[in-house]
């Protein structure tokens, strides 16, 4: 039964006690009016604890908002939650992405991730189709979703609450992708769940990649806010070599907003639990708050660390990804670029927990300690050991 202000309430205690449920916890559709956000529709979830974030229906059904007991959680961008209609995704190089870039939970994918790449596209058997250009972090987070449902649920004296929602990218000679994306929180809850199915509904064999761009902000992102995860080594720091300490930012302890500050983006490999779980999280000991990401070793088998921490910019991204941070070329080279046949289909499952209060973020601590002993140091020598990656 859900836990409301520090009382266990059945449904029918809940139930006597307002007129609707909806006082409490719920979830509700709105739509932005203003500016270049407008047109732009919003699921809002509250869950009753102070936990509360807004799922963006047409940008990819990605999570934009978040925040706990009024503590802004996620990440706000210059851009804003521009609607789809004014985007540019295929300007300025392959990087019009970033004129749209915002939110807390924002998927790359679902064809390609990383950076910006050119391949050949025989799959497709178009002659006037050579190559593919894929842009930056690809094409799905600007995609309008079919709001496919929304509410509350009781199952016995649980309430979740839950959305669906289906993003199609798709092209004539090209991809044929559909992501079915379902989102649930519980009355009650401080953890977001999210399941994610893509599935080839084309009949050329089509690759697939899948990054999620998790976005932490200020306040929980500050000055002495902690990288926590089960790091068995460094792999890749995009800033290794004689520049390595030069900003004076390693990838455990983060520094406050600097000017300048060129981005730094790590790659680490991960151990999991006896589950498969691999737990990564930003903890803050002056707030006595953390925000946890938990994916599976199997089907996010690379995890990136991404220090935006420049003045007017400043984030964290906390990104599990299919794929290797050396991109699309060396993923195919490296027989490690996923291919989904016709019909085939891929499921990743995801959990997002804010955790508060001494005892919590001691609990979280010792639990991802116990899995790896993490690198002491703040700068440890990248390893360059790719592990080797098959297709599930």
């Known amino acids: ?52 974030f807004t799922v963006a ?41 970033l004129r749209s870039f915002t939110g807390l939970f924002v998927t790359c994918g679902l064809d390609h991730a990383l ?28 995609i309008p979703a079919r709001l496919a449902g929304y509410g509350e649920a009781w199952e016995g004296e649980r309430c979740v609450l839950w959305c669906e929602g289906v993003v199609h990218q798709a092209t004539v000679f ?44 200020y306040p929980l992102l500050d000055d002495g806010a902690r990288y926590l995860a089960p790091v068995r080594e460094a ?20 520094a406050g907003p600097r000017h300048p500050f060129l981005e730094q983006v790590w790659e680490h490999e991960m151990a999991a639990d006896a589950d498969g779980v691999v737990p990564v999280a930003l903890l803050n000991d002056r707030l006595s708050l953390a925000f946890l990401v938990e994916t599976r070793k199997a ?40 291919t989904l046949e016709h019909g085939e289909s891929r499921t990743y499952r995801t959990a997002l927990t804010v955790a508060s209060g001494t005892a919590a973020l001691q609990a979280l601590e010792a639990r991802i300690a116990a899995i790896a002993a993490q690198p002491a140091d703040d700068y440890p020598e990248p390893t360059g050991a790719f592990a080797p990656l098959r297709q599930r």
């Open 1 to 52: 039964m859900p836990t409301l202000f520090d009382t266990d309430l059945s449904r029918a205690d809940l139930l006597a006690r307002a007129g609707s449920p909806s006082q409490f916890a719920g979830v509700r559709l709105m739509t932005l009016e203003d500016g270049r956000e407008r047109g732009v529709r919003l699921l809002e979830f509250r869950t009753g604890t102070g936990l509360r």
């Open 57 to 97: 229906v047409d940008r990819g059904f990605d999570i934009a908002e978040c925040e706990y007991k009024g503590v802004p959680i996620g990440w706000h961008s210059p851009s804003g939650l521009r609607h789809p209609g004014l985007g540019e995704a295929e300007a300025e190089g392959g990087l019009g992405w």
């Open 174 to 217: 090209g991809e044929n992708l559909q992501l079915t994306r379902r989102i649930e929180a519980d009355m009650g809850g401080d953890t977001v769940r999210i399941v994610d199915r893509v599935e080839n509904l084309g009949f050329s064999a089509t690759p697939h990649m899948l990054l999620y761009h998790i976005n932490v902000g």
């Open 299 to 338: 089907e996010f088998p690379c995890h990136l660390e991404w220090q935006n921490l420049a003045s007017g910019m400043y984030t964290l991204g906390l990104e599990p990804c299919t794929n290797h941070v050396l991109g699309r070329a060396a993923a195919r080279e490296r027989g490690e670029l996923i």
């Open 115 to 142: 950076g910006p790449e050119d391949e050949p596209a025989d799959h497709y058997n178009y002659p006037f189709r050579k190559s593919v250009r894929h842009t930056l972090h690809g094409r799905a987070s600007t």
């Open 235 to 254: 792999v890749w720091a995009s800033h290794a070599g004689e520049p390595y300490r030069a900003q004076g930012v390693g990838y455990r302890t983060m």
